[in-house]
């Protein structure tokens, strides 16, 4: 088999597709929940937390010297994208939890039997006497 038929074979598999078109999505969902967690969630926690912003705490190893940049531990930065990381899940959980909660009403209500349903229901009790 040539290479060339081989990747194409590869490529055009379903789980392949279905992978590519998932990892797209996804990167474009987490465009939006990067959104939603930056410009609304935070703002408002900024607030009530004082306007705190941790990304500009460090701790300075080495200072500049000459041409070569200080070596500083950037521990903030970690701080603020811990924090970004909890609001982010807690909100995907959220969100998770309500499309559960609408599948499992949505699961629970049977539908009715049809017309038809019934009436074969009554001929086969009739039929049983």
């Known amino acids: 088999m040539s290479l060339v038929k081989e990747f194409k074979e590869f490529a055009v598999k379903g789980n392949v597709m279905d992978m590519a078109v998932g990892v797209i999505i996804g990167a474009a969902f987490g465009k939006i929940v990067s959104s939603l967690v930056a410009d609304v969630v935070m703002p408002p926690i900024g607030v009530l ?7 500009n705490l460090a701790i300075t190893i080495k200072e500049v010297a000459g ?8 521990y903030g930065k970690f701080i603020q994208t ?3 990381f909890t609001i982010i899940a807690f909100i995907i959980f959220m969100v998770v939890r309500f499309i559960n909660t609408l599948k499992k009403k949505a699961e629970a209500a049977p539908a009715a039997p049809t017309k038809d349903q ?7 009790d009739l039929l049983k006497k």
Do not use: C, N, Q, W
């Open 82 to 84: 811990m924090i970004d």
């Open 49 to 55: 937390i004082g306007g705190v912003d941790f990304t």
């Open 118 to 124: 019934e009436l074969l229901t009554e001929i086969r």
């Open 67 to 74: 041409t070569a940049p200080a070596v500083v531990i950037s």
